[in-house]
C-alpha cells in the first residue's frame, strides 16, 4: 500500500508542500496519500467534503492544512485541538506532518467520527484522541479547559464565536488559529472585543498563497493572555445565536 498510497497524490504535492515550508519524507507521503485514498471511498458513501475534483481537495484541504504551520512552527510535543475537525482538517495533515503532536479531534456528527477512527486506526497514528460532543461543553470540563498549546478550527464559524469555541480550550500563553479567506481581516476586528472578554489579545493575520487557486487564505492568530472567565463557553448555541461583542 505505501508505494501506492505515495503514487495517487498529485506528483507536485511534495513539492508544494515544500513551498510551504513542510518537507514531507516518504513516510509521510505514504500516510498522506493512504488517507486521500480513504476520503475518496468514504465520501463516495457518506458526505465527508463537498470538493469532488481529487487535485482540488490536496490543494484545498491537505495543503491547506498543512499550511498552519507557517504560523505554528514544530509542534512536535506539544497539544492541539482541532474544533469542527469534519474529515479531520488540519488536524489530520498536521500530526502526520508533526508525528509528535498530542491531537484531540472534536467533532459532533458520528458518521463523521467514525471516518477519523478508520483513518487512526489505518495510519497507526498514536496520541489521537476524537472526541464526538459540542465544543460549547467541552470548554466547561476540566479535562479539556486550557489544557492545549493550540486550538484551531477551519470554515466552522464566524469569528466571535470562533473565540467562543476556542480560548477557552488553550492554556495560558497558547493560541487559537482560525483558517480564514478574504473576509479575515474585518472578521477579526469585529471580533477584537471578543478575545479580550475571552482572554486573548494580539492579532496576527498572515496570507497563505496556495497553488493553483485565486482565492485568498488567512491563518489568524490570537495569543491566550489570562484565564477566560468561568461563564465561558455558553450553553450550547448560545455562542451562535449571541455573539460576543454584538
Known amino acids: 500500500m505505501a508505494g501506492y498510497a505515495r503514487n495517487i497524490l498529485d506528483n507536485r504535492f511534495a513539492g508544494w508542500a515544500a513551498d510551504l515550508g513542510v518537507p514531507l519524507a516518504p513516510e509521510q507521503l505514504d500516510q498522506l496519500g493512504h488517507y486521500f485514498a480513504l476520503l475518496l471511498e468514504w465520501n463516495e458513501r457518506i458526505n465527508l467534503t463537498a470538493v469532488r475534483d481529487p487535485l482540488a481537495i490536496q490543494i484545498r484541504h491537505f495543503l491547506d492544512s498543512l499550511s498552519c504551520l507557517q504560523m505554528m512552527g514544530d509542534v512536535n ?130 496570507m497563505v498563497q496556495l497553488p493553483d487557486t485565486a482565492e485568498q487564505h488567512y491563518l489568524v492568530v490570537v495569543d491566550k493572555m489570562v484565564a477566560t472567565p468561568s461563564r465561558y463557553p455558553r450553553r450550547i448555541g448560545i455562542p451562535a445565536k449571541r455573539p460576543l461583542g454584538r
Open 77 to 206: 510535543g506539544r497539544s492541539l485541538i482541532d474544533v469542527g475537525t469534519g474529515a479531520g482538517f488540519p488536524g489530520l495533515p498536521l500530526k502526520i506532518a508533526c508525528p509528535g503532536l498530542q491531537l484531540t479531534l472534536v467533532e459532533s456528527v458520528q458518521k463523521k467520527t467514525r471516518f477519523l477512527r478508520a483513518v487512526v486506526d489505518e495510519l497507526a497514528l498514536a496520541q489521537v484522541k476524537i472526541v464526538a460532543e459540542r465544543v460549547e461543553l467541552l470548554g466547561q470540563l476540566p479535562v479539556y479547559r486550557e489544557q492545549y498549546d493550540w486550538a484551531v478550527a477551519r470554515a466552522v464559524a464566524p469569528m466571535p464565536v470562533l473565540a467562543e469555541y476556542l480560548l477557552p480550550l488553550c492554556r495560558i500563553s497558547g493560541h487559537m488559529l482560525a483558517q480564514k479567506g478574504g473576509g479575515a481581516a474585518m472578521e477579526t476586528a469585529v471580533a477584537e472585543s471578543a478575545f479580550h472578554i475571552l482572554g486573548g489579545a494580539n492579532q496576527h493575520l498572515h
